[in-house]
């Protein structure tokens, strides 16, 4: 599959700007701040291709990247406390409105931060794609900040979470490029079973 040829298409900030349904759709789900835009810009091989932001919860649009093969659909950041309950509404709408139109969605990566348990937000995002039937996995971002027995530690609790429950994870870093190699062949993989549907 080719991750090079990528370029942004286009930002949706209600539900009713979202592109028509078409190729199969990688998405990219996470609170905000745990390095979706990082994960993506490695996957492509690009230092800016999706922005990165330092401060939470800046994203605010579903943002689509165009594959030859697929698209990378970015979903807004959840869980940053400092944003208004009317913009946590918006945005509920939006991810709520893109799920609701049965998109072509070959794979949910979902974001979580390997240094940490997962917030209450991971979970219940990950319950929603157990009962909704998506297909996902779950990517660990930040590994390269844990020691080695911190990674012990981590992998354990990662491995009683999800992998009890048939959920695949993989440890991610966008700094050592970590992870990257699993990831792409995950996503290859979505993408082929998608297309001979």
């Not at 093969?69 to 400092?82: I, N, V």
Request: hydrophobic letters at 40%.
């Amino acid at each position: 599959m080719n991750f090079i040829n990528a370029e942004f298409e286009l930002a949706a900030g209600t539900a009713a700007q979202l592109p028509k349904p078409g190729l199969p759709e990688i998405v990219f789900s996470g609170r905000s701040n745990v390095g979706k835009s990082s994960l993506l810009n490695k996957l492509v091989n690009r230092k800016a291709l999706a922005r990165t932001s330092a401060t939470p919860g800046k994203t605010a649009t579903i943002n689509f990247y165009r594959l030859p093969e697929c698209r990378f659909t970015d979903l807004p950041g959840y869980g940053y406390a400092k944003v208004s309950k009317s913009e946590k509404d918006r945005w509920a709408a939006l991810v709520n409105g893109y799920f609701a139109q049965e998109r072509p969605v070959a794979l949910v990566l979902q974001l979580v931060d390997m240094r940490h348990k997962p917030t209450a937000d991971d979970l219940q995002m990950v319950d929603f794609l157990l009962a909704s039937r998506y297909p996902f996995a779950v990517v660990c971002t930040k590994s390269d900040k844990l020691n080695q027995a911190e990674t012990r530690t981590q992998n354990q609790l990662f491995s009683e979470l999800f992998q009890a429950r048939g959920i695949s994870f993989y440890p991610f870093s966008a700094t050592k490029a970590t992870g990257v190699e699993d990831v792409k062949a995950a996503i290859a993989q979505a993408v082929e079973g998608r297309l001979q549907q």
